[in-house]
Antibody
Framework: QVQLVQSGAEVKKPGASVKVSCKASGYTFTSYGISWVRQAPGQGLEWMGWISAYNGNTNYAQKLQGRVTMTTDTSTSTAYMELRSLRSDDTAVYYC???????????WGQGTLVTVSS | DIQMTQSPSSLSASVGDRVTITCRASQGIRNDLGWYQQKPGKAPKRLIYAASNLQSGVPSRFSGSGSGTEFTLTISSLQPEDFATYYCLQHNSYPLTFGGGTKVEIK
């Protein structure tokens, strides 16, 4: 079955970087893009960006441009999301999910809590 | 960017009630809309795709309608397991945007 398994929780200091991984299984990795979505504590869902697993094309949310980089490793069917210059308001659960402009389908990754605190 | 205005932001309802949630897009998005259910501590789960198509395995009490700028998610008879937060997502154009969410609580 289709599965997306994310890396574990992270605690970072302001100004640091974090890289979250999302390992896909159960489907042909290069046939679908991966979106990243985050959710701050008690808040709604925020789409961060998308990467094509086929050719690496990306589309990022304007507010994160310059701080976020999404990549994939097709040899391991893994997608990565790196966020730099972390601030306290980056504290959130980060999800990967299959899809983008054709819709975001199930399942999603289990989520990775990133806590930014001094 | 396309703004998705979801209403209400919360509602209280009883088991067996009919519940309707609305999303309005700031510009036409055809039927490029999905509805998601999220329970505390869990990842969202898609209920409806392409505005009105029921995701496989989702109970038939859930339905979606609309096209263009106005969309509705209806739960025909609310069940205990339906108490959750619901989100719409437009995927017509980047950036993808979510509605603000509707928390469905027990009356």
């Amino acid at each position: 079955q289709v599965q997306l398994v994310q890396s574990g929780a992270e605690v970072k200091k302001p100004g640091a970087s974090v890289k979250v991984s999302c390992k896909a299984s159960g489907y042909t990795f290069t046939s679908y893009g991966i979106s990243w979505v985050r959710q701050a504590p008690g808040q709604g869902l925020e789409w961060m960006g998308w990467i094509s697993a086929y050719n690496g094309n990306t589309n990022y949310a304007q507010k994160l441009q310059g701080r976020v980089t999404m990549t994939t490793d097709t040899s391991t069917s893994t997608a990565y999301m790196e966020l730099r210059s972390l601030r306290s308001d980056d504290t959130a659960v980060y999800y990967c999910a299959r899809g983008g402009k054709m819709g975001i389908s199930d399942p999603w990754g289990q989520g990775t809590l990133v806590t930014v605190s001094s | 960017d396309i703004q998705m205005t979801q209403s209400p932001s919360s509602l209280s309802a009883s088991v067996g009630d009919r519940v309707t949630i609305t999303c309005r897009a700031s510009q036409g998005i055809r039927n490029d809309l999905g509805w998601y259910q999220q329970k505390p501590g869990k990842a969202p789960k898609r209920l409806i795709y392409a505005a009105s198509n029921l995701q496989s395995g989702v109970p038939s009490r859930f339905s979606g309608s609309g096209s263009g700028t106005e969309f509705t998610l209806t739960i025909s008879s609310l069940q205990p397991e339906d108490f959750a937060t619901y989100y719409c997502l437009q995927h017509n154009s980047y950036p993808l945007t979510f509605g603000g969410g509707t928390k469905v609580e027990i009356k």
